[in-house]
């Protein structure tokens, strides 16, 4: 059955055995060709913020965190020791992903989401999980939308100025003093910051979409004049062969052409790329007549479900149509093979943030890689795999990392960044 499945995924160019060293000298290549200014897949953004230079004190800060399916607000309050609370949070639906919206009714909606602080926050600290350069004065310009966000307008907007003219139009007459704008990948950077035994930081996201960031140090070579925190937007990295697979889905998603790594592999993605490599392999045969005709017809695929079925929880997910023993042990090659490879170019990212972030050179001040996203805490052995994979690439290099062992509090990290200088 394995060689079965395998032939076909190699035919189709979807390898399973990478040349993870070779991706990781493509990654590093192609961060420092972005960080020098020269063209390159990754944006490799500068936030400005440092990591050491948080001093926490007695201050309360609105925090917003918009990224994926859904949006969160909340307000954390801050006590001198470094103690700190989170109240009168609420979850939505992040304005755009259930239809189009326009610029104006986009920030509408934002606003609409935090009216219950109307004239109340004197910061808010804003982690907008997309693609954007930010600014000396930490407002962010939108670059572009991923993860299925439909809002075509407000790409190359300051998303915190025109936050700001929302609220005024809203009728706050205390607008906040400032709005500062980063990443959630800065975001999980800065939740596990602060232990002095760490040499260096990384942030990293899969859930569901993929992006990592890292503290680089100060370089002449790329004008950098102090550490800062770089947000890679790794989900653009183009250097990769896509499958037939991959080609077909990307074709049919809402944003073609973009993010063809975030696409290999993230929660976003990876239900839409197993239909489809599903669908390849009934038309070649690898199912049973009946089931193959079932999974021509069928519209949709999530990851919790491949998960589901991965783990055993609903191996009665195929039942209603009419998967056999064969069929069913089909399905589980393929789908492993699916977040196998998810965990194989997490640790590619990973492995090049660690080698770029120039720290880790003893086990006494290793670097902090703080994780987050459901795609990398619930999928199928895809943290054990990671850190496999991880080890293997970078072993002989003499590099000390630690995983936290569990997930980042994006809020958290959100909110300390009202703190930096």
């Not at 600014?135 to 025109?162: N, W």
């Not at 080609?247 to 790594?261: A, N, W």
């Not at 660690?354 to 290793?366: A, H, L, R, T, V």
């Not at 996203?373 to 293997?392: H, M, N, P, Q, W």
Request: proline content about 3%; some cysteine.
């Amino acid at each position: 059955m394995q060689k079965k499945v395998s032939e076909f995924l190699q035919r189709h160019g979807f390898y399973q055995d990478l040349d993870l060293a070779s991706l990781v000298d493509s990654f590093l290549h192609d961060m420092n060709e972005g960080l020098s200014g020269r063209k390159s897949y990754q944006d490799m953004i500068r936030t400005y913020l440092d990591p050491s230079s948080i001093t926490l004190k007695d201050k309360a800060v609105v925090v917003i965190d918009a990224g994926g399916t859904n949006f969160r607000s909340s307000l954390v309050t801050f006590s001198k020791d470094g103690s700190s609370t989170v109240s009168n949070f609420e979850k939505t639906r992040m304005p755009g992903t259930e239809k189009e919206l326009g610029k104006k009714e986009f920030f509408a909606q934002i606003a609409d989401n935090i009216a219950r602080f109307k004239d109340s926050c004197d910061e808010i600290c804003f982690c907008f999980s997309y693609a954007m350069t930010i600014t000396e004065d930490q407002d962010g310009v939108l670059e572009s939308f991923s993860k299925e966000v439909k809002a075509p307008e407000v790409v190359g907007c300051h998303i915190g100025a025109e936050l700001k003219n929302a609220l005024k139009e809203k009728g706050w007459t205390k607008l906040p003093r400032k709005i500062i704008l980063l990443n959630d990948t800065a975001s999980a950077l800065l939740a596990g910051s602060g232990n002095p035994k760490y040499s260096s930081y990384i942030g990293f996201i899969l859930g569901t979409g993929l992006n990592a960031a890292y503290l680089q140090p100060a370089k002449s070579e790329y004008n950098l004049t102090k550490n800062q925190i770089i947000v890679c937007e790794s989900a653009k990295f183009g250097g990769f062969k896509n499958s037939d697979f991959d080609i077909i889905m990307d074709e049919k998603s809402v944003t073609p052409g973009t993010s063809p790594y975030e696409k290999l592999c993230s929660g976003a993605y990876l239900g839409p790329l197993a239909l489809e490599t599903l669908q390849f392999a009934a038309k070649e045969s690898l199912f049973s007549e009946k089931f193959a005709g079932a999974l021509q017809n069928k519209k949709s695929l999530s990851l919790i479900e491949v998960n589901s079925f991965l783990s055993g929880s609903d191996s009665a997910l195929f039942d209603a149509d009419g998967a056999t023993a064969e069929d069913k042990a089909v399905l589980f090659e393929i789908f492993d093979a699916l977040v196998n490879r998810m965990a194989q170019l997490a640790a590619v990212i990973l492995a090049a943030c660690i080698i770029q972030c120039e720290g880790g050179k003893s086990s006494e001040s290793p670097i902090c890689v703080a994780c987050n996203g459901t795609s990398f805490f619930k999928t199928y052995k895809v943290i054990e795999r990671t850190k496999e994979y991880l080890a293997k690439v970078l072993e002989g290099k003499n590099l000390y990392y630690e995983l936290l062992p569990e997930e980042v509090d994006i809020t958290m990290g959100t909110a300390k960044a009202a703190f930096t200088e």
